[in-house]
T-cell receptor, first 112, second 111 residues
Framework: SQTIHQWPATLVQPVGSPLSLECTVEGTSNPNLYWYRQAAGRGLQLLFYSVGIGQISSEVPQNLSASRPQDRQFILSSKKLLLSDSGFYLC???????????FGSGTRLTVV | GESVGLHLPTLSVQEGDNSIINCAYSNSASDYFIWYKQESGKGPQFIIDIRSNMDKRQGQRVTVLLNKTVKHLSLQIAATQPGDSAVYFCAENINDYKLSFGAGTTVTVRA
């Protein structure tokens, strides 16, 4: 069966520090991968998605970047965190278009 | 921006009653819709989905209704239980790689 792993679960980082969140999927090949951010009490905002290794599409201009160094690995990064980067970050995967996503357990990022 | 929105941001329901959560979508080309449940501090979990060639689909205690004429989607939960307390999101796949999510409805079950 397929599983998605996302870590860390919580993270407190100072303003100006770098960020690296990792997401891996097991049990499938060539998944579509997604990074979402969720502000407190709000909906889900798509940040990046990837349909293959090295292929990254950005949805909104921001202080973050994404990379897909391996088929089932998706990384969200920042060189210098801002206070506004605080939020709940969710990784998700899907097999094909026309199917739903499976979400990871999320990372709660607090920038102080 | 998000093209899927919800009519009501919060819903309070008595335990044992039925719940109805509504969702309006704006893209008439959308052909696949999903309901997700998100408990506090967790990632959204798939509840049920429906394709545009259907108008009703039933799962365990849940039913999704799709009205393409008025671009409306609803989730019905039968015999609501305390464990149903969560935020519910509708989402639409507009036939590319992305889902568009609504803002979410917070459901609170009263004992």
């Amino acid at each position: 069966s397929q599983t998605i792993h996302q870590w860390p679960a919580t993270l407190v980082q100072p303003v100006g520090s770098p960020l690296s969140l990792e997401c891996t999927v097991e049990g499938t090949s060539n998944p579509n991968l997604y990074w979402y951010r969720q502000a407190a009490g709000r909906g889900l905002q798509l940040l990046f998605y990837s349909v293959g290794i090295g292929q990254i599409s950005s949805e909104v201009p921001q202080n973050l970047s994404a990379s897909r160094p391996q088929d089932r690995q998706f990384i969200l990064s920042s060189k210098k965190l801002l206070l506004s980067d605080s939020g709940f970050y969710l990784c998700a995967w899907s097999v094909n278009t026309g199917y739903g996503y499976t979400f990871g357990s999320g990372t709660r990022l607090t920038v102080v | 921006g998000e093209s899927v929105g919800l009519h009501l941001p919060t819903l309070s329901v008595q335990e044992g009653d039925n719940s109805i959560i509504n969702c309006a979508y704006s893209n008439s080309a959308s052909d696949y819709f999903i309901w997700y449940k998100q408990e506090s501090g967790k990632g959204p979990q798939f509840i049920i989905d429906i394709r545009s060639n259907m108008d009703k689909r039933q799962g365990q205690r849940v039913t999704v209704l799709l009205n393409k004429t008025v671009k409306h989607l609803s989730l019905q939960i039968a015999a609501t239980q305390p464990g149903d307390s969560a935020v519910y999101f509708c989402a639409e796949n507009i036939n590319d790689y992305k889902l568009s999510f609504g803002a979410g409805t917070t459901v609170t079950v009263r004992a």
